[in-house]
């Protein structure tokens, strides 16, 4: 690994020289004064003084080279649609689209939420932000009204923006309705709601002096030429609330310029993506990867983009593939949990289409099981490359780089550290360096490189009190992940160290899922863990003890509540959260200072020891929780 090593050290040790370089990847309208500015750590603002603008880089900027090429495809499944936009098509789209978000009245810094279907406006809505300068933040459309309320009110934004419903697998997912449930729920609801009206919803009801018609909007707005707001560096782009160890997500703030570089620099040194080129991102516009590979990083990089709407195994299980195949796909990113889906299919949907164009697939998200990675790699007969990242980081921490060096994988690692990733592995116990094979925690000194979280949105204490306390005398960023390297330096992660869990890459935290079930009348107290299951990485397993027992005494008595409870954790939280099972016991395992032996209930939910248990308060707890999860 001499090229890579270098090329890493490099960005560690000259730092300036070696971020100027990578920053000449994009345009600036003016240029930055100071490369990097970490008077205050931890908090670091890259390219100081630079203005620039995210959807200029990623539209503007290609229309003299690029106007005719196509900039994004749209393929439903759902709808059986296929629609593409060149790069002047998509430019006009985004000017109409950021002109009606400029009618409602919404400019520099206002905050914008989006709560969309994966259609090509939810792509037009967020880059339409970026031009007006406003601070998009997109909710995962999974996700139930209570905690699209929770994220309006933290996030208070002038527009939340909509459409009447989405489809999974065939079935209407009615949107409208739950944003006017979140929008009664929440305490600072938006002045304007703009509907995108899909014509899937025949009955939805618009809001008078609140709601707009998005069609009709545009009729009147549309041809309004919208100029990019240019923004200084470290202006925020956008809000992305993620699950941490209270109830009360976070909102990622991400900054503009350090993020527009991190990400044109990633899709040449580990996507290995050519302009030109199609990328095809499985993801969602809500999470992360969404927001950084099916949006930003192929358009800043003058690539096709798909946006896919449907399931991964409909009509076939061949529907992935023929994509590749069709649109010429070279790079493309999914996750373990969808390489897990494809496994359990036959095996033939993969033979029956020309892969030939694909040079990587990359994974992430979850841990990538060794057998899994073994397989899909042999299946489609191309590297695969696992690699880790957070949507703190907004960019990968650990991955082979192939654009730097051709490197061997290794099933079930993602790789080496990015470059600009200080990265160490540490002894939880007093902080010094964990040797080869030996588990340590995963953290970054900083500064943290572009494109990572500049703070909690509103929130700066809660940035360094959540991220850079886990070692007080350190000033250093944790990622909660436990790490072990091996011998030739590949970083294999072992999962979290907090009460964060992974369910097919959604990323939960169960003192969420926990007040979710609390919100059921009958229950007094319940413990959420995370068990390990073949397809999804995790699921959550609630145990659960009620105020009145008598609800318990028939076994339809008892499935009737559990129902109750996990019909609850949908409304509250979504299903994605929604526990496998919720299992009755009288009492939960506590030490005897009161603390749950949440660790010693999640190792007997997946059959392991349960580990040191001298300080347990009620050893018959633990008896009646080994009997429940027989039964
Ligand atoms: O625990 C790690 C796991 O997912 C977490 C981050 O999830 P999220 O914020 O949703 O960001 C996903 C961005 C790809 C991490 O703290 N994780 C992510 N990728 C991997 C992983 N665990 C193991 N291997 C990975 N490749």
Redesign the pocket.
């Known amino acids: 690994m001499g090229a890579y090593a270098d090329f890493h050290r490099r960005s560690i040790e000259n730092r300036e020289s070696f971020w100027t370089e990578e920053a000449r990847r994009i345009h600036w309208h003016r240029p930055f004064d100071q490369v990097l500015d970490f008077s205050k750590p931890p908090f670091a603002k890259w390219f100081v003084g630079g203005q620039t603008n995210l959807c200029y880089n990623a539209i503007d900027r290609h229309l003299d080279a690029r106007s005719d090429q196509t900039a994004l495809v749209y393929i439903s499944t759902e709808t059986d649609t296929e629609r593409r936009y060149s790069y002047r098509e998509l430019h006009a789209a985004v000017n109409a689209c950021a002109a009606v978000i400029q009618a409602q009245g919404v400019g520099r810094g206002d905050r914008v939420l989006i709560y969309m279907p994966m259609i090509p406006e939810a792509a037009f809505a967020m880059l339409a932000c970026a031009r007006l300068g406003a601070v998009h933040s997109v909710v995962f459309g999974g996700f139930a009204a209570a905690s699209c309320a929770t994220r309006i009110d933290d996030a208070k934004p002038k527009l939340l923006i909509t459409a009447d419903a989405g489809l999974r697998g065939g079935k209407a997912i009615h949107y409208k309705p739950l944003v006017d449930e979140a929008v009664s729920l929440s305490k600072h609801p938006p002045e304007k709601v703009l509907v995108i009206n899909r014509g899937i919803d025949k009955d939805f009801s618009m809001v008078p002096g609140r709601d707009v018609d998005y069609a009709e909007a545009l009729r009147q707005h549309g041809s309004t030429p919208v100029p990019v707001t240019w923004l200084e560096s470290s202006e925020p782009s956008y809000i992305l609330y993620?699950s941490g160890t209270t109830g009360k997500p976070k909102g990622v703030q991400r900054d503009t310029g350090g993020y527009a570089v991190a990400l044109a620099s990633s899709m040449e040194h580990i996507y290995c993506g050519k302009p030109g080129e199609a990328m095809f991102t499985t993801s969602d516009v809500g999470?992360?990867?969404g927001h950084s590979y099916i949006v930003y990083g192929p358009l800043i990089h003058g690539m096709t983009t798909i946006l896919y709407e449907g399931l991964p195994i409909r009509p076939d299980a061949g529907i992935w593939w023929k994509i590749v195949q069709e649109q010429k796909v070279t790079v493309m990113f999914s996750s373990?949990t969808a390489a897990r889906v494809l496994k359990k299919q036959d095996p033939a949907y993969l033979k029956k289409y020309n892969l030939s164009s694909l040079r990587h697939l990359f994974?992430?998200?979850?841990?990538?099981d060794e057998p899994t990675h073994r397989w899909i790699h042999d299946a489609i007969g191309k590297p695969v490359i696992?690699?880790?990242?957070?949507?703190?980081t907004g960019w990968p921490i650990?991955s082979l780089a192939p654009g730097i060096e051709k490197a061997k994988v290794k099933y079930g690692s993602?790789g080496f550290p990015v470059y600009g990733y200080d990265l160490k592995l540490l002894r939880e116990s007093d902080a010094t360096e964990a040797a080869p094979g030996e588990k340590g925690v995963l953290t970054i000194a900083p500064p943290l490189p572009p494109g990572c979280m500049t703070t909690v949105w509103g929130d700066d204490e809660r940035f360094v009190n959540t991220y850079f306390r886990t070692f007080p005398k350190l000033m250093l960023y944790s990622?909660?992940?436990w790490g072990v390297r091996d011998a030739e330096g590949y970083t294999f992660?072992l999962?979290?160290t907090d009460d964060?869990i992974?369910v097919a890459?959604?990323?939960i935290g169960t003192r969420e899922i926990e007040e979710a079930v609390q919100s059921h009348a009958n229950i007094a107290e319940v413990a959420v863990v995370g068990v390990a299951d073949s397809l999804k990485g995790q699921m959550p397993l609630a145990f659960a003890v009620v105020k009145d027992a008598s609800k318990l005494d028939t076994e339809a008595g008892r499935k009737s509540q559990e129902k109750e409870i996990m019909d609850a954790v949908d409304h509250q939280l979504g299903a994605i959260a929604r526990p496998q099972r919720v299992l009755f016991v009288n009492s939960l395992p506590k030490t005897r200072s009161g603390k749950l032996l949440r660790r010693s209930l999640q190792a007997l939910a997946e059959g392991r020891d349960p580990g040191d248990l001298t300080t347990i308060e009620d050893p018959a707890a633990l008896e009646q929780i080994r009997g429940v999860l027989k039964g």
């Open positions: 993620t999470w992360v990867v373990p994974l992430a998200g979850e841990p990538l696992d690699h880790y990242w957070q949507t703190e650990l993602p990622t909660f992940d992660i999962g979290r964060v992974n890459g959604h990323r």
